[in-house]
């Protein structure tokens, strides 16, 4: 038994993806669920997010890094052996929830810069796996052996996945490795330029990974089966922006719900539906601008600023609406991927 394996992923970087997966590991730990949060981006913005710079300190020390993902890789890239034991980072241990207990179930795998490494072994293995190479697919399969020992270690019911913004030999393994993929978006050309690329890559890397699971001379190896299922996506930060017409902020979002069944789900898409009454759009979460500085500046997700961290006047309000947002986001999300909530 496997823990399922949610993606965030846009070829297209800057539509808040990160603080999106952040805010998401939250709420679902709120809920009742334990989450393991895959930071595997060689950026690491989901690991800063986390942790304060005294502990990235000792995480990324100088020399070898043994407690992140690229610890684990070590051995592989090395060629000593195969992948070593995650590293655990728990966090959260010490920050009050909404439903008044303190949330421990949030285990992070720790990102790291120095995951870029790996990135020409990955393009070295993905065609020696058609040749039936052992070390190959052990190779490719990497990132998914790891989140899953990992959750099983922590006993997660998720993982969630941050990815970078491209299509490159890192995120192919990484995503190979999801079973699920939800696509954040900006209202904007250039998400949409992400949707018309994404949407044809998956399908040709899914094509390409079952052709490869075949040739695997291990059966005792088991290997994430490259589901990549598209579950939906999230249109973040719609509020209309100073800067920017309203008219055209609002072509771009109308123009999303048929890009998306055309690029992503290969799909004529015969009606023109809006994102509000879109089965796939999974939601519209706002911008949050001055909740974003203060939970940054907190360290904590914006659903769980509290008066002390300066969410007073309006600001209080603003933090109930995100928890609404996020929370019905999560539900979403797990309506979409079978997974059950506690009640």
């Known amino acids: 038994m496997t823990t399922p394996v949610i993606a965030f992923f846009n070829n297209k970087g800057g539509v808040g993806k990160t603080s999106l997966v952040y805010h998401l590991a939250w709420m679902y730990s709120d809920m009742g669920l334990s989450v393991v949060a895959a930071d595997l981006d060689p950026q690491a913005n989901l690991t800063a997010a986390f942790l304060d710079t005294y502990r990235l300190e000792e995480l990324w020390p100088d020399g070898d890094h043994p407690d992140t993902i690229f610890g684990s890789l070590q051995p592989l890239l090395i060629g000593t052996g195969d992948i070593a034991n995650p590293h655990l980072e728990h966090v959260g241990s010490d920050q009050l929830t909404l439903f008044g207990g303190y949330a421990d179930q949030i285990t992070l795998l720790v990102g790291d810069l120095s995951l870029s490494r790996f990135e020409d072994q990955l393009s070295e293995a993905w065609p020696k796996c058609l040749d039936e190479d052992q070390r190959a697919f052990r190779v490719i399969s990497a990132f998914w052996r790891i989140m899953q020992r990992a959750a099983t270690q922590s006993k997660a019911d998720i993982i969630l996945m941050d990815l970078g913004p491209n299509l490159g030999a890192i995120n192919r393994a990484a995503l190979i490795a999801a079973d699920y993929v939800a696509m954040p978006l900006a209202p904007d050309l250039f998400s949409l330029q992400g949707l018309q690329n994404l949407g044809p ?3 040709t890397w899914r094509k390409n990974w079952q052709s490869r699971l075949l040739k695997n001379p ?22 209309v922006r100073v800067d920017r017409a309203v008219q055209a902020y609002d072509q771009w979002i109308a123009r999303i719900p048929r890009e998306y069944r055309e690029s992503v789900l290969d799909e004529h898409a015969e009606v023109a539906v809006s994102p509000t009454n879109d089965p796939y759009c999974l939601a519209l979460i706002k911008h ?24 007073i006047g309006s600001h209080t309000r603003a933090v109930q609406d995100a928890y609404k947002d996020f929370q019905q986001l999560a539900r979403n999300i797990a309506g979409r991927t079978g997974i059950v909530l506690p009640t």
């Open 201 to 203: 890559t998956l399908r």
């Open 218 to 239: 291990n059966q005792e190896l088991i290997l994430p089966s490259g589901r990549m299922e598209p579950i939906g996506y999230i249109i973040l930060q719609h509020s």
């Open 288 to 311: 949050y601008r001055s909740l974003m500085a203060m939970a940054q500046e907190a360290r904590k997700p914006m659903f769980h600023l509290q008066p002390a961290d300066g969410a």
